[in-house]
Each structure stands twice: as structure tokens, then as C-alpha cells.
């Protein structure tokens, strides 16, 4: 913006945009506050954080850390808030100044505020004097010149609510709230962490003042790099709840604590109590064929005796049984027509036939028998087996 001075020259003014960016040395950048923090915390690296709070604290579990937040405006949903309070409740400190303090988180502390808005072409009218100051500033405050700080918080919990800081009309704009084992500090007119405010006199102070209340020494140090670039509530998405659920049972410790704990008892059941409650039958072995071990057993035997004779006899006897089982004919008359009989029913030549039964008339009338007759006999007993 170009400002007329005279008949001949002019003024450019630098971008009053407020960003609080660390890295924005312009009137309404976070530079010198960004630097300033380091300095009074030299034992942490302040850790830039450019995410919703809910994936912040999903991704944490301190119990004594500093988060700081500088915003022209602080828009968050329902997780969001959530997860703030959880964080605060587990024993950190969550530091936040904003000129508009979304409603929700507000309302979760039963706090409001005033918000003044000012259009950009009152800037110079409003231009003036103005200071702010903790509680425990010794000085009447700590002053530059600009807009005035108006915004200021109302309708507090005076049980859970302590004020610490004012503006120049004797109107809260710094408060702090307190949950379970933390701190939630809020400050409603972030111009006093601005470039062009810390660097007027010893404006630096006032940031140190303010922050005096946090921890000393934090478990970690964060800075919001998210919220001062969000220009409205950032809407819920399925899947954000889906996930919140696990992490809200993680943030508590005995929810924490019972669920791993029916974890760990499901593991043991399914280890041990899945097993047979009962001991594993044996299976029965099957019953052995006793008549083929006998059969064996008394072949070896007469094989041992060398008693062919005896064994030969044994197998034509069982053999004849099977021609008369099988193709019902008499065995004890052998002739011409029980040698084409018995050919024609078993399909075995004629020859082959004559021969087998030649050989077992043979063994009839011989009263001893040798090892080659009997395995003579044998082979030709099989023989007609395997072609019938």
C-alpha cells in the first residue's frame, strides 16, 4: 500500500497481514516470538507441528510438555477440542492466543469472548497508544502504537479459571483453565507476540511474563505451524472418528491398561484353552490276517523238513477245491472230456491243461519229490491262476 506524504513523495507501509509465521519478519510475523521461546527454552528444540491437534496426539503420550499455538484465528472441530482437553488432562501445557477462539472450545471450558473486528480503513483512526499487561507485571503495562486491544473473555468458571493478564480497559484477555493434571492457557490478542509489539522497548518481557506460568522445564516443546494458516473448522471425516476410538481408549491409562490386559488374557486362551481338553486316543491298529501269518508259518516249516512230497499234495488238494468251486466239476474223474471241460470254462489251452494235470499225476504216483518237480508243479499251479 502506497500512502501519499506532501505534493511529492510517498510511503510505502509493509504488509500488516498477521501470520505469526516463524519465519515471517514482517510487523505481524512470529520471527522474533519464535526466537524469544527458543532462548527461554534452551534444553528443548521447539518441534514445528503442521497437523490437527488429533494426529498431534495420537503421535505423543507427554505428560509435561509446552505447546504453543499463535493464530489470527483458531477454528477446530469436535475431535479437535477432544484431543486438547486429553493432551491438557494428562499434565501438559497448551498455550493459545488467537483473536477468535473458536466457539467450540469455548464452550468446552464454559468460557466466551468478545471478538472485535476492524476494517482495514479504521486502521489509522484506530491507530493510538495502547498496552496490555500480565498480572504480575510491576509496570502499568507494556505499550505500542496500534489498534487497541479490545477482545476479552467473559462468563468464566471461576472454580477452574484463573485471570492473568488484562487489556488497557481492565477486561480479561488472558486466562487459564484447569484440567486434570494440565494447564490451557488462553490469550485473546495475539498482536502482543507480534514482531512489531516485541520489539517496542521491553515489550519482549511480556512474552516471558506470560509464558512464566507454563513449566519450566517442559518434557517437550512444540510449535503450531497448522492452525495459523486454517481459515475455517475443518470437518470431521468417518475415518477420523474410526480412529479417534482407539486412541481416546490409549490416552486414558486404566482404559489403557484393561484393554491390553483382555489382549493379553484372549492371547493365553487361544494358546492354551484351544487345545483338547482330553487326552489323544491312540489309534487302533487293524487286525492282522492270522490265516496268511499261519499259511506262512507252515510253509516254512515244511520247506525246513524238506517234505516236498507233503507240500505238493497240500497244493494239488487245494487246487482241485478251486476247479470245483469255480467251475463246478468233479476232480476225481480225470479223462479227456474233464481236460476239454475245464479248458473251455477257464479259457486255458488244451495243452497247457493236460500238462498241469500230467504233472500232478506224476506226483501221485511218485512216493518222494524233488526240489525241481515241486517248483515244476508250483509254476504251472500259478500259471493256469493267472491266465483264469
Same mark, same amino acid.
Given at each position: 500500500m502506497?500512502?501519499?506524504?506532501? =505534493?511529492?513523495?510517498?510511503?510505502?507501509?509493509?504488509?500488516?497481514?498477521?501470520?505469526?509465521?516463524?519465519?515471517?519478519?514482517? *510487523?505481524?510475523?512470529?520471527?522474533?516470538?519464535? @526466537?524469544?521461546?527458543?532462548?527461554?527454552?534452551? !534444553?528443548?528444540?521447539?518441534?514445528?507441528?503442521k497437523?490437527?491437534?488429533?494426529k498431534?496426539?495420537?503421535?505423543?503420550?507427554?505428560?509435561?510438555?509446552?505447546?504453543?499455538?499463535?493464530?489470527?484465528?483458531? %477454528?477446530?472441530?469436535?475431535? +479437535?477440542? !477432544?484431543?486438547?482437553?486429553?493432551?491438557?488432562?494428562?499434565?501438559?501445557?497448551?498455550?493459545?492466543?488467537a483473536?477468535?477462539?473458536?466457539e467450540?472450545?469455548?464452550?468446552?471450558?464454559?468460557?466466551?469472548?468478545?471478538?472485535f473486528?476492524?476494517?482495514?480503513? !479504521?486502521?489509522?483512526?484506530s491507530? @493510538?497508544?495502547?498496552?496490555?499487561t500480565?498480572v504480575?507485571a510491576?509496570? *502499568?503495562?507494556?505499550? $505500542?502504537?496500534?489498534?487497541?486491544y479490545?477482545?476479552?473473555?467473559?462468563?468464566? =468458571?471461576?472454580?477452574?479459571?484463573?485471570?492473568?493478564? %488484562?487489556?488497557?480497559?481492565?477486561? *480479561?484477555?488472558?486466562?487459564?483453565?484447569?484440567h486434570?493434571?494440565?494447564?490451557?492457557?488462553?490469550?485473546? !490478542?495475539?498482536?502482543?507476540?507480534?514482531?512489531?509489539?516485541?520489539?517496542?522497548?521491553?515489550? $519482549?518481557?511480556? &512474552?516471558?511474563?506470560?509464558?512464566?506460568?507454563?513449566?519450566?522445564?517442559?518434557?517437550?516443546?512444540?510449535?503450531?505451524?497448522? $492452525?495459523?494458516?486454517?481459515?475455517?473448522r @475443518?470437518?470431521?471425516?468417518t475415518?477420523?472418528?474410526d480412529?479417534?476410538?482407539?486412541?481416546?481408549?490409549m490416552?486414558?491409562?486404566?482404559?489403557?491398561?484393561?484393554?491390553?490386559?483382555?489382549?493379553?488374557?484372549?492371547?493365553?486362551?487361544?494358546?492354551?484353552?484351544?487345545?483338547?481338553?482330553?487326552?489323544?486316543?491312540?489309534?487302533?491298529?487293524?487286525?492282522?490276517?492270522?490265516?496268511?501269518?499261519?499259511? +506262512?508259518?507252515?510253509?516254512?516249516l515244511?520247506?525246513?523238513?524238506?517234505?516236498?512230497?507233503?507240500?505238493?499234495?497240500?497244493?494239488?488238494t487245494?487246487?482241485?477245491?478251486?476247479?470245483?468251486?469255480?467251475?463246478? &466239476?468233479?476232480?476225481?474223474?480225470?479223462?479227456?472230456?474233464?481236460?476239454?471241460?475245464?479248458?473251455?470254462?477257464?479259457?486255458?489251452? @488244451?495243452?497247457?491243461?493236460?500238462?498241469?494235470?500230467? /504233472?500232478i499225476? /506224476?506226483?501221485?504216483?511218485?512216493?518222494?519229490?524233488?526240489?525241481?518237480?515241486? &517248483?515244476?508243479?508250483?509254476?504251472?499251479?500259478?500259471?493256469f $491262476?493267472?491266465k483264469t
Open positions: 502506497l500512502i501519499s506524504c506532501g =505534493n511529492s513523495s510517498t510511503v510505502k507501509l509493509p504488509s500488516l497481514k498477521e501470520t505469526y509465521s516463524k519465519n515471517d519478519k514482517k *510487523p505481524f510475523g512470529g520471527f522474533i516470538a519464535y @526466537r524469544e521461546i527458543a532462548a527461554m527454552y534452551r !534444553d528443548n528444540i521447539a518441534r514445528d507441528k497437523q490437527p491437534f488429533t498431534t496426539w495420537d503421535n505423543i503420550s507427554d505428560t509435561g510438555a509446552l505447546y504453543i499455538c499463535l493464530a489470527r484465528a483458531l %477454528f477446530v472441530n469436535e475431535l +479437535e477440542v !477432544d484431543a486438547m482437553m486429553n493432551y491438557v488432562e494428562a499434565g501438559n501445557d497448551l498455550f493459545i492466543s483473536a477468535y477462539i473458536d467450540l472450545l469455548l464452550k468446552k471450558i464454559d468460557c466466551n469472548e468478545i471478538f473486528g476492524m476494517p482495514f480503513e !479504521d486502521i489509522f483512526d491507530m @493510538r497508544r495502547t498496552f496490555t500480565p504480575t510491576a509496570a *502499568p503495562g507494556y505499550a $505500542y502504537y496500534y489498534q487497541p479490545r477482545n476479552y473473555f467473559f462468563n468464566m =468458571n471461576t472454580s477452574r479459571t484463573r485471570i492473568i493478564g %488484562f487489556n488497557e480497559s481492565g477486561k *480479561p484477555n488472558a486466562i487459564v483453565y484447569f486434570g493434571k494440565g494447564r490451557l492457557f488462553l490469550h485473546c !490478542d495475539p498482536r502482543a507476540f507480534s514482531n512489531y509489539f516485541l520489539l517496542k522497548d521491553d515489550n $519482549y518481557q511480556y &512474552l516471558q511474563k506470560m509464558l512464566a506460568y507454563t513449566n519450566d522445564f517442559p518434557e517437550h516443546l512444540y510449535w503450531d505451524d497448522y $492452525y495459523n494458516k486454517l481459515r475455517g @475443518r470437518k470431521v471425516k475415518e477420523d472418528k480412529f479417534s476410538t482407539l486412541s481416546e481408549i490416552k486414558h491409562p486404566p482404559l489403557a491398561f484393561a484393554f491390553w490386559l483382555a489382549i493379553i488374557l484372549l492371547s493365553l486362551y487361544i494358546l492354551f484353552g484351544s487345545k483338547r481338553l482330553q487326552r489323544i486316543i491312540q489309534q487302533r491298529k487293524a487286525n492282522e490276517n492270522t490265516t496268511v501269518t499261519f499259511t +506262512e508259518t507252515i510253509g516254512r515244511y520247506l525246513q523238513k524238506k517234505d516236498n512230497k507233503n507240500i505238493a499234495d497240500k497244493m494239488i487245494y487246487f482241485n477245491e478251486y476247479i470245483r468251486n469255480k467251475y463246478f &466239476l468233479n476232480t476225481n474223474l480225470v479223462n479227456e472230456d474233464f481236460i476239454a471241460a475245464l479248458s473251455g470254462k477257464s479259457g486255458v489251452q @488244451r495243452d497247457k491243461v493236460e500238462s498241469l494235470y500230467r /504233472a499225476v /506224476a506226483v501221485h504216483s511218485n512216493a518222494a519229490l524233488n526240489d525241481y518237480e515241486l &517248483l515244476s508243479l508250483n509254476e504251472q499251479i500259478q500259471n $491262476y493267472k
